[in-house]
């Protein structure tokens, strides 16, 4: 069974940077697709950046220019640097990912990412 960890969420004022990490138990070359994504209270949960095996990225419109996704192969994790945070980004980060042999999806346990005003 795959295993996402994910950690770096916590508490930072409007402006600052936050870097979110996502540790996974499998070789992270078997997923086709690595991501992020949030959840605000009372909202549904949104995309927030991918990356793919072959390096394409994608980010809602929302944090383009202010969020970088990347996978890093020797240590089987996925970051989310986030710089210039808004109280809108305030909502709890999930790690997702999905397995280019089965396309099954996998999902973390979320970590709080709050920011203040």
């Known amino acids: 069974q795959v295993q996402l960890v994910e950690s770096g969420g916590g508490l930072v004022q409007a402006g600052g940077s936050l870097r979110l990490s996502c540790a996974s138990s499998?070789?992270?070359?078997?997923?086709?697709?690595m991501g992020w994504y949030r959840q605000a209270p009372g909202k549904q949960r949104e995309l927030v950046a991918t990356?793919?095996?072959?390096?394409?990225?994608h980010y809602a419109d929302s944090v383009k220019g202010r969020f970088t996704i990347s996978r890093d192969y020797t240590k089987n994790t996925v970051y989310l640097q986030m710089n210039s945070l808004k109280p809108d980004d305030t909502a709890v980060y999930y790690c997702?990912?999905?397995?280019?042999?089965?396309?099954?999806?996998?999902w973390g346990q979320g970590t709080q990412v709050t920011v203040s005003s």
């Open positions: 997702n990912s999905e397995s280019r042999f089965s396309q099954q999806q996998y």
């Open positions: 499998a070789n992270i070359f078997s997923f086709s697709t």
């Open positions: 990356a793919t095996n072959g390096g394409s990225t």
